[in-house]
């Protein structure tokens, strides 16, 4: 502002931005255009404000013909049921079936489904996709029924010539009525169509003479009908088999597998199923010859260790020997699955903080590492680290490197990890995880 | 300031450690006291206490107000508040004040020797899940070579890098103590502070 300027006029406007808002009922000789100079905030300077920036709102505004096009759509995506559905409703369902639908129906708010509903990804959804619209002969199998639901005698006695001959001809009528539900074609047929007709006609008179209502009669018609009922079945029918190459390729006879005592007494042991342990990744690290010096001379066996691992924090090591080079390996793999200890990981990804270990003359170090420094160890610790699950590791065995203590005492260091809330507890203290802090908590 | 005596209460911290013991001893000097009261403040040590040769009396040995004392305690208190301000110990004309409504008060006093050569610093020591919480102690400075470190060398060393020729405090809950013009401060205190000073010791 320049000096020129009489201070008469900044002061002209000052008086009513210190006051509070003018009042509700204005004064009857103020005017409106007087109210409007009040009002406006004091400049202080000569150059035009810049108009403030409209505030957001917080949420953004749906107006109202938006909504109700969405409340169309749910309409269309979920509608409710006319008069007409409702009665087919009601012959498939009982009154509280249907009460019972009609409740969770009124429950769910079809806006929400049409925003928000969609079809499941997570790991615990169902198997299976199913309006349970059609019955399906696999998992839909009918119920039994129980010979309390057969009204009057049960008894049955054989058939004599006629009656069977009358049965047969009933039941063959019924399956054919079954094979062409529009009538027996008449009249002068195709070969084609001629040949199908007797086959079936063949069939169905097959299928007729091995009917138990064939066989046996008695006074009961009702009591004859559940003959054939599958829901009086002892035995349900059986399971569709399904033929296909793939099928056909991966099927497995009992007798092609061979069962090995060893991994049984393992799964046991474990309380896993196979699939679980097809999972477990093992590498045999180390191989050598021993010779044990008895009375009747030397006897030559073989050393094995292996490592096992499932890539995801947990991590075995096995010893195994045995003058059969095949058995001391699979003794030691069954011990590595067994000694599986879990390895806890920071960000699924490294250790928590530096190890060392020492176990004999052999001295290993291990460091832990920023992401995406990679496994810069040596070989063992880098098979070990990638059993385990470990992506960023570096590592130094200043002394011994002898292979069978490098890997137990990497497997040690690992396995006895002081965790940072262990510690916390221990020193009564509160750690926290700047990295996790700085990265809002999404670090991995 | 002796980091020779310094060395000796590292090594016997961690020997007493590995044999489990819930009580030790250490002589007495101004640098050992600051240094203890750090460690406690840090959660290595549950107790440190001004003694004789002897231990002392531990809390629970020492006589306490009795439940129903405490309770006529707070009935008093709760009609009349006023007690609850101290009183003075003798009034202007050389009499006895009149025994307080609130009972006697305990005060638990441990032995100290006059003599300063006998007293000693009484330490408790910490274990967790059968495991000892100060398993390593050791010395920066040594005797024939102080290591003075800058701010923001600690800082450094405080986020694992390595600062001169110390090393990063890498093992998950290390910590450092570090001497300097303010008293015996952790390292990432001395950080938050902007201070440098001798660093003294590590302890995992």
Not at chain 1, 288 to 311: D, P
Not at chain 2, 99 to 109: A, C, I, K, N, T
């Amino acid at each position: 502002m320049s000096v020129c300027r009489p201070a008469r006029c900044l002061f002209s406007r000052a008086a009513p931005t210190t006051l509070p808002k003018p009042s509700p009922s204005p004064l009857p000789f103020s005017s409106s255009a007087a109210r409007h100079h009040h009002n406006r905030p004091r400049s202080f300077h000569t150059s035009t404000p810049r108009p403030a920036r409209h505030r957001r709102p917080h949420y953004p505004s749906i107006k109202a013909d938006d909504l109700k096009l969405l409340n169309q759509a749910a309409q269309a995506t979920a509608p409710v049921y006319k008069k007409s559905e409702l009665s087919l409703l009601q012959q498939q369902y009982t009154p509280d079936q249907l009460a019972a639908i009609e409740a969770a129906e009124a429950v769910i708010d079809r806006k929400d489904l049409y925003i928000q509903g969609s079809l499941r990804t997570d790991p615990w959804r169902l198997p299976y996709e199913d309006d349970l619209a059609e019955v399906d002969p696999v998992t839909d199998i009918p119920d039994k029924l129980s010979p309390e639901s057969i009204k009057g005698k049960k008894t049955f006695r054989e058939a004599n010539a006629l009656e069977r001959d009358e049965a047969i001809a009933r039941i063959a009528n019924e399956n054919m009525a079954k094979l062409y539900p529009d009538g027996v074609p008449e009249g002068q047929l195709s070969e084609k169509d001629q040949q199908r007709l007797e086959e079936h006609m063949e069939a169905a008179l097959m299928q007729a003479s091995m009917d138990p209502r064939a066989v046996y009669t008695g006074p009961n018609q009702k009591a004859l009908d559940t003959l054939a009922d599958p829901r009086h079945s002892r035995i349900y029918a059986d399971l569709p088999r399904i033929e296909n190459r793939m099928m056909r390729q991966t099927r497995r006879l009992a007798s092609d597998e061979e069962e090995d005592p060893r991994q049984k007494r393992l799964l046991k042991y474990l309380d896993w199923d196979k699939d679980k342990l097809k999972q477990i990744r093992t590498k045999t690290l180390v191989v050598h010859g021993v010779t044990n010096q008895t009375r009747m001379g030397k006897i030559q066996s073989m050393y094995f260790l292996t490592i096992a691992g499932n890539g995801n924090g947990l991590l075995g090591v096995g010893e195994g020997k045995s003058v059969e080079p095949e058995e001391g390996k699979k003794q030691s793999v069954m011990a590595a699955i067994r000694n599986l200890r879990p390895v806890p990981r920071y960000e699924n990804r490294t250790i928590f903080g530096d190890l060392e270990k020492k176990v004999g003359a052999t001295k290993v170090q291990l460091f832990s590492r920023p992401p995406g420094f990679g496994l810069r160890v040596q070989h063992l610790i880098f098979e070990m680290a990638r059993a385990a699950g470990l992506h960023d590791l570096a590592a130094r065995t200043p002394r011994s490197r002898n292979k069978m203590n490098v890997i137990k005492a990497t497997w040690e260091a690992l396995c006895n990890q002081k965790l940072p809330d262990e510690i916390a507890r221990a020193r009564g203290k509160k750690l926290v995880d700047v990295r996790k802090v700085y990265y809002g908590g999404s670090v991995h | 300031m002796s980091l020779v005596n310094l060395a000796h209460v590292c090594s016997h911290l961690q020997n007493a450690s590995k044999a489990r013991l819930g009580l030790t001893s250490i002589p007495v000097s101004k640098l050992h006291v600051n240094l203890m009261l750090g460690l406690q403040r840090e959660g290595f040590l549950s107790s440190v206490t001004l003694g004789g040769t002897t231990p002392p009396k531990p809390f629970l040995l020492q006589p306490t107000t009795s439940p129903e004392e405490l309770e006529t305690m707070a009935d008093t208190l709760a009609d009349e508040p006023w007690h609850a301000y101290p009183t003075l110990p003798e009034s202007q004309d050389g009499r006895k004040a009149p025994p307080s409504p609130l009972g006697e008060e305990r005060v638990f006093d441990v032995h100290v020797p006059l003599n300063p050569a006998r007293r000693r610093l009484w330490l408790g020591l910490k274990y967790w899940n059968n495991e000892p919480v100060l398993r390593k102690m050791k010395l920066i400075s040594k005797p024939t070579r102080r290591i003075w470190l800058t701010s923001e060398e600690l800082g450094k060393i405080t986020r694992t890098r390595q600062a001169g020729f110390v090393k990063g405090l890498t093992t998950p809950g290390e910590c450092m103590f570090v001497t300097t013009d303010r008293g015996i401060l952790e390292a990432r205190e001395c950080v938050e502070r902007r201070l440098g000073g001798m660093a003294l010791c590590r302890i995992a």
